[in-house]
C-alpha cells in the first residue's frame, strides 16, 4: 500500500515528536530523580497524614504525639525516617530510612505505622 | 434509501458497541490504550453514508458504552475523543482525501481521540501534567488507528462495492 | 462518491451479523450479572493482640469487602477477650486467677485451643508449653520493667512450667480447665495463629475470594494473588530493621509464621533477652536458629511449631519436621563460617533468597 502525501506528513510529524519526547525523557530520567512517593503516617489504624516525598526536598521535620509518648520524623531528599523515639525498643529508629514502596517502620508501644505506598515486591513480610 | 442508511447506522453502531465491550474486558497494557476496534464502525459510516453518520455511530456507541458501565470518567473522555476523532476524519475525508489513505485518516482520528481524551483526564484529575501521557497514546493510537483504518478498509471491500477508494 | 449499498448480499450480512451482535450482547448482559464491577483492594489496619493487626481483602464488591473487614475486626476483638493473658476478663486470666484451686469454665473455643496447645507440647517435648507464663511474666519482656529474675524466682517458676500438670474437661455443662497452684497459663505462642484461623475461616464463610491476612507477622493468605503468580511473603531477615527480608516464600493458601530473637527483647550488661524461653531452663532459648519460619494451611499448628522448633534449636528441629506432614519451613542458623539457610524439600522451588550476605544449603527431606 503505497503511502500518499498526507500519510507521509503525519508519520513524519509523529517521528518529530516520539524523537523530541524520546530526548526530553532521556536527559530528564539521568538528571532528575525517580517519581514521587507517598508516606503513610498511620496511627492506631487510622491515616494521620500523608507526606509526599521528592528527591531534592530539603529536611522536614514532625512530631506524631501519642498518649505523652512521642516519635520525631524526618523527611528529605525522597525518604523519610524516624530519628527519635521515646518508647523503650526504638524499633522504628532503628529501621532508618524508609526509600522504596512498600517500606515500613513500626513503632508498636505508639502504634505507629509509617509504610510508603506503591508496589512493593512482596505482599507482606512474616516476623 | 433513508430507512437503508438509518438501519446500517444502527447495524454499525451495535457492532461498535460490542466491539467496545469486548475490548473493556481485555486487559490493557496501560490505562488508555486499546486497539479502539469500535471506530472501525464510525469510519465506515463515515465513508459508505456520510458525516451525520458517523457522528451518530460514535455518539450512540459512547452512550451505549456509558450506560452500560456507569462509568463517567470514561464517559467524558470517549466522549472528547470521539467527537474530536469523529471531527477530524471527517474534515480529512471530506477536504483532503486525496491526499490520504484510509489507514492514516484513522491514524489521524485516533490522534485526535487521544488529544481529547488527555484534555479530559487533565481536566478532570486537575493535573496539567497528566498531558505528557500524550507521547505513549499518540505511539499506540498510530499503531492501533492504522490497524483500524485497514480493517475499516477491507470491510469496505467487502460490504459495499467501492469506487473511489484505492489505496 | 459512487457508493451502492443496493445490493442484496451485504444487507443479508449486516442482518446476520445484527443477530449475533443481539445474541453477543444478552450474553455479555448475563455475564455481568455475576459482577464485572472493578476489582479492588480494601485494606484496614488495627492495634490488637499487642500487635499491627493488617487485613487486605480483594474482590469487587466493595460493600462487602468492608463488611467482612468490620466482621473481622470484631471476631479479633472478641477472641482476645477470652485468650488474652493481659485482659483481666479473659477466659485465660479466669483460669489463672483460679489456679490450684478450682476448675473454671471457660468457652469451648479456648478449651479446644488450650488442648490444642497441649497436643503440642506432649508433641515437642514440651519445647512448646502454655503454662510458661510465669517465666515470661517475671522477665517481662516487652514492659517497661523488663530485668534479669532473681535464680530463686526463677527455678520456682521452671517448676511451674509443666503443662502436664492442667486439666481440660469436656462436661454436659460446658468445658472446665484447671491449673496448678502457682501457674500461669499465656496462650502467646498460640493465639495468633489461632485468631488467624478464625479470621480466614470467617472471611471464607463471607465468600471473600482472596485476602491476606497478617496479625503481627502472623500471616494467612487465601484465594489468588492480586499480582500474576503466587502470593510472595517476605520472610524478615533476622539481623536487619523490620521490614527488611532476606528471601521470598510464593505459596497460595496457606499460614505463613515466624519467630526470631529479634523481636521483643532487652539489653542489660551487653546481652541481649530475647522473649522466647526455654520452658526447662526459663531464660531465652540460647537457640543455633536465628529465626524459624513455617509454612502450613493451619496457622495455629505454624505459629505453636515456629515457637517450639526455635526453643529445640537446629538438629532436634530437623528431625522433628522430618515427623510431620505437611509442614514446610526455613530454618535460619548462626554458623561460624556464617548464617545459613535451610528450607524443607517441599518449598525448595517456592522459596527464593534475595539476601547476599546468607548461604543456602540444599533442600532438606
Known sequence: MGMKRGDRAMLGILMVILVASGVVWGTRSMTAAPDAMTAEIIQDGKLLQRVSLKKGDPAREFAIEYKGGRNRLKAEDGKIAVIEADCPDKDCVKRGWLKRPGDSAICLPHRLVIRLTGESEVDGVTW | ?167 | MNIKIGTSRPMAYLAAAAVTVILIIFLYAANRENGSRSFQKIERESYRLGTIVRITLYGEDSKKLNNALDLSMKEIERLENLLSVNIPSSDVSLVNRASGEYPVKVTEETGVLLERALEWSERTGGAFDPTVGKIVKLWGIGTESAAIPGSEQLKQAVELTNFRKISVVHKAEGTFVQTAKGQRLDLGGIAKGYVTDKVRALLINEGIGSALIDLGGNIAVFGNSPKPGNWKIGLQHPFMPRGEYFGVAEVSDVSVVTSGAYERYFESGGIRYHHIFDPATGYPARSDLASVTIISEDSTDADALSTALFVMGFEKGISFLRELKNIEAVLVTKKPEGTVVYVTKGLSEGFVLKSQDMKREPAVQ
Open chain 2, 1 to 167: 434509501m433513508k430507512l437503508k442508511n438509518l438501519i446500517i447506522t444502527g447495524s454499525l453502531a451495535a457492532f461498535a458497541v460490542v466491539f467496545n465491550m469486548f475490548e473493556g474486558s481485555l486487559p490493557m497494557p496501560l490505562p488508555g490504550i486499546k486497539l479502539g476496534a469500535a471506530n472501525v464502525f464510525s469510519l465506515l459510516a463515515l465513508i459508505l453514508l456520510g458525516v451525520k453518520e458517523a457522528f451518530a455511530v460514535t455518539l450512540i456507541r459512547v452512550f451505549l458504552a456509558w450506560i452500560m458501565t456507569g462509568n463517567w470518567f470514561a464517559l467524558l473522555c470517549s466522549l472528547a475523543g470521539g467527537l474530536m476523532s469523529a471531527t477530524v476524519m471527517s474534515f480529512i475525508y471530506i477536504k483532503y482525501r486525496d491526499d490520504f489513505s484510509l489507514p492514516w485518516i484513522s491514524v489521524a482520528g485516533a490522534w485526535a481521540f487521544n488529544v481529547g481524551q488527555v484534555s479530559v483526564a487533565a481536566l478532570v484529575v486537575n493535573d496539567i501534567r497528566v498531558l505528557l501521557y500524550i507521547v505513549p497514546l499518540l505511539a499506540a493510537g498510530t499503531a492501533a488507528g492504522w490497524v483500524v483504518g485497514w480493517l475499516a478498509l477491507l470491510l469496505c471491500k467487502r460490504v459495499g462495492s467501492l469506487t473511489d477508494i484505492n489505496s
